[in-house]
């Protein structure tokens, strides 16, 4: 029975040693990915019980650093009457509108600036102040010009994602290989097409790296938005938490965030295999 990496043909040329080494090295991918999960799994369980006995044997203050169990427990609780979904859902509502509105403003402004001469040139010098001035900076301003509702968090959260793909959209467009131009334009295609079908294709890997970054960014800048000036949301539970001295469920918060920034890392790491399915 041939293996499911080897083509019946390829194998039959080869002798009995040759065929048992080749299937031996041709393991399904999915054995690999079982592997290296399940070392991640043992770092993971690791950390787990660094956090579990460390209070335990007082090298810390358990009080303000609960064993493990103890943070579960509260996180438990928190999801069963219904509070963590609560602040989950605001928290998540406001990155993911500020996130989509960077990414559909973004990508097109970076093919533009990257292709076109004429608007790289009027637009780069006010992008560039713009882009050394840190997110975190404007949060007074924005909070003051546009209040302290969802207006303000959702556009702080967008300048924070605006940037990285901006950046990797024009660094994407701008190093596509020449060879791949003198091609199309062989071909005779038009500009518009030559970017639509060349261009933008190979640019999908680099685009996404910014896109990945934003997507970190618009959980990290959304917590500290949320810090002041909220009344929900995974930030401000964090702050009422610490305020109040209920320990363990700040810390069922802050695992909630590292949960969910891990959550949309892994979305885009498969939404990006899904759009570059080209590459080998």
């Known amino acids: 029975m041939p293996s499911t990496l080897l083509d019946e ?19 399904p991918s999915y054995v690999t990915r079982t592997k290296r999960l399940g070392r991640g799994f043992l770092g993971i369980a690791a950390l787990g019980l660094i956090w579990e006995y460390v209070p335990r044997l007082g090298l810390v203050d358990s009080y303000f650093l609960p064993p ?45 600036i990257a292709w076109y001469r004429p608007v790289r040139e009027i637009l780069t010098p006010p992008l560039e102040a713009f882009r050394n001035t840190a997110a975190l900076a404007l949060l007074p301003a924005f909070t003051l010009i546009l209040g302290i509702g969802e207006t303000s968090k959702i556009a702080i959260v967008t300048y924070a994602c605006f940037f990285p793909i901006l950046l990797s959209t024009i660094s994407g467009v701008a190093t596509v290989d020449p060879q791949l131009l003198r091609s199309a334009k062989v071909l005779g295609l038009s500009p518009v097409a030559t ?78 295999r899904r759009f570059s399915r080209w590459r080998t």
Do not use: C
């Not at 390829?10 to 299937?23: D, F, I, V, Y």
């Not at 509502?93 to 093919?111: D, E, K, Q, W, Y």
């Open 68 to 112: 493990l169990h103890v943070v579960l427990q509260a996180w438990w609780e928190m999801a069963r009457d219904g509070t963590l979904w609560t602040h989950l859902q605001a928290s998540l509502v406001r990155s993911a509108s500020g996130f989509a509105i960077a990414t559909v403003v973004a990508i097109p402004l970076g093919a533009a």
């Open 195 to 272: 970017f639509r079908k060349v261009v933008f294709p190979a640019a999908v890997p680099t685009i996404f790296t910014g896109i990945r970054i934003s997507g970190a960014a618009a959980i990290l800048v959304l917590i500290a938005a949320e810090l002041v000036g909220a009344t929900e949301g995974l930030g401000f539970l964090i702050n009422y938490s610490q305020m109040n001295f209920l320990i363990p469920k700040m810390y069922a918060a802050i695992l909630t965030t590292t949960l969910l920034g891990l959550a949309v890392n892994y979305a885009l790491v498969a939404l990006e």
């Open 9 to 27: 043909r390829t194998e039959s040329g080869l002798n009995p040693r040759q065929r048992q080494w080749a299937r031996a090295t041709s393991l």
